[in-house]
């Protein structure tokens, strides 16, 4: 079974930047569509944004196109999602997973908090 492991969240002022990094390990990385979510409190988790294997272009939720940026590094076995222009409504709890279900145990994420 593959462990992922989020970091790289913080507290950031509005119109801000993070880069959050998954790795995973335990198992097949390379093969599989990689997504990172998000769950604000209160509210279901969300797709956020997805890289197929070949990590050649990412997809977006429209609330975070033309703002954040998602890559992967099959030999590192990393996701990155680059976060810019950062919003309070991105404030959440954002992890890493496989794109389809059924997913792999999810991390425990990595606190996002954007101030106004």
């Known amino acids: 079974q593959v462990q992922l492991v989020e970091s790289g969240g913080g507290l950031v002022q509005a119109g801000g930047s993070l880069r959050l990094s998954c790795t995973a390990s335990?198992?097949?990385?390379?093969?599989?569509?990689m997504a990172w979510f998000r769950q604000a409190p209160g509210k279901e988790r969300e797709f956020v944004a997805g890289?197929?294997?070949?990590?050649?272009?990412?997809y977006y939720a429209d609330s975070v196109k033309g703002r954040f940026t998602i890559s992967r590094d099959n030999a590192k076995n990393t996701v990155t999602l680059q976060m810019s222009s950062l919003k309070p409504e991105d404030t959440a709890v954002y992890y890493c997973?496989?794109?389809?279900?059924?997913?792999?145990?999810w991390g425990q994420g990595t606190q996002v908090t954007v101030s106004s």
């Open positions: 997973n496989k794109r389809a279900t059924p997913q792999w145990t």
């Open positions: 890289v197929a294997w070949t990590g050649v272009m990412g």
């Open positions: 335990g198992g097949t990385f390379s093969t599989y569509t």
